[in-house]
């Protein structure tokens, strides 16, 4: 009987893991490493990143991107500039920059990171090559992950119960 118990409250946690890992908003992160081709100083990079997350750089973006425009209908400019900021960040590293760019959205982080590092690059006024591809990864748990923490919580509950009724009787 203590057996089946463990066995029940383990499948019931793998299905609550499952569950729970199709309920789980998807987030998608796109990154990119660049590397200047001639000498750029932290200072200018920095600048650079400055400029290209910066409300008047980001507004034109907004108006060009087929996303945002459609965008534009319902939400205010402003805050859809301010969503940009808030999914973006450029850091700056030795000789280059690292982009990152995080939305629900997987091919809208793609093209992003991708106008991130091209107005990072004009804006820098320098040369620069690909060091690592644009490239899109989902962030946080995963399906599998989610259905073993969960067989592991109803197994670890299982056996508590096992543990409890063992010693009543």
Do not use: W
């Amino acid at each position: 009987m203590a057996l089946e118990i463990a066995a029940i409250l383990t499948a019931t946690g793998a299905i609550a893991g499952f569950v729970a890992a199709h309920m789980l908003p998807r987030c998608y992160i796109s990154r990119a490493a660049v590397a200047f081709t001639e000498q750029v100083s932290n200072d200018r990079c920095v600048f650079a990143a400055n400029q290209t997350l910066s409300a008047a750089a980001l507004k034109p973006i907004v108006v060009q991107n087929a996303y945002y425009t459609s965008a534009l209908d319902f939400t205010p400019e402003e805050e859809l500039v301010e969503r940009i900021q808030q999914s973006g960040t450029i850091r700056c590293v030795s000789g280059g920059f690292r982009v990152d760019f995080a939305d629900d959205d997987r091919y809208l982080t793609l093209e992003m990171a991708r106008v991130l590092v091209e107005e990072t690059g004009k804006n820098a006024n320098a040369a620069m090559k690909v060091i690592e591809p644009i490239h899109s990864g989902r962030t946080g748990p995963g399906y599998g992950q989610c259905v073993l923490m969960g067989m592991g919580g109803g197994l670890v509950l299982g056996l508590m119960a096992i543990g409890s009724a063992s010693r009543r009787g």
